[in-house]
């Protein structure tokens, strides 16, 4: 990913792995809610719990 990001002409700034935080247990309602938002949300988690996923923090600048 940060090979691919560079190869663009972005410089990395921080990169965090934010799989830990369990995304989509913060509460928090999204903005637009389909009606296959459970599902979906359920879908994410189960890839979190079976590590299917890794989910990133990626901060990043355009080079000069």
Sequence with gaps: MCA???AG???LLEQIDVTATRLGE???Q???EHDDFP?????LQSC?????LIAQFILA???R
Aim: hydrophobic share 30%; glycine share 12%; proline share 4%.
């Design 4 to 6: 691919a990001l560079e």
């Design 9 to 11: 002409g972005l410089s």
């Design 26 to 28: 913060t509460g928090r």
């Design 30 to 32: 999204p903005v637009i």
């Design 39 to 43: 599902l979906r949300q359920h879908n």
């Design 48 to 52: 979190l719990v079976d590590g299917r």
């Design 61 to 63: 600048e355009k080079r």
